[in-house]
């Protein structure tokens, strides 16, 4: 079992940057890949960002590639989503997920069914 529990979302302005955390409970943190999601108001949660198991690797989506960094620190079980010249369409709900099926040789680390454990979210709201 994990557990995870996001903090950092708010609201800001247009061009500024937030940093989402990410804690998990648990021994086996480093054993799952970590991904965020985000789900806007009326419509699906969509892939945001992903790291594997030892943080070498990354994938991102199109829209925050650029602008969004993950990472991960296996020691103190979190993972963070550092978001840099925000948009107004980037405002949703963060998820923090964590799962022990992905692979970083396809494209599962994009689908969210693919992930065994889900944060409750956090707010992120930016305004023109």
């Known amino acids: 079992q994990v557990q995870l529990v996001e903090s950092g979302g708010g609201l800001v302005q247009a061009g500024d940057s937030l940093r989402l955390s990410c804690a998990a409970s648990g021994r086996t943190f480093s054993s799952y890949a970590m991904g965020w999601f985000r789900q806007a108001p009326g419509k699906e949660r969509e892939f945001v960002a992903h790291?594997?198991?030892?943080?070498?690797?990354?994938h991102y989506a199109d829209s925050v590639k650029g602008r969004f960094t993950i990472s991960r620190d296996n020691a103190k079980n979190t993972v963070n989503l550092q978001m840099n010249s925000l948009k107004p369409e980037d405002t949703a709900v963060y998820y923090c997920?964590?799962?022990?099926?992905?692979?970083?040789?396809?494209?599962?680390?994009?689908?969210?069914?693919?992930?065994?454990?889900w944060g409750q979210g956090t707010q992120v709201t930016v305004s023109r």
């Open positions: 790291i594997i198991r030892n943080g070498i690797s990354t």
């Open positions: 997920a964590a799962s022990s099926r992905v692979s970083a040789m396809d494209d599962s680390f994009r689908v969210s069914s693919m992930y065994n454990y």
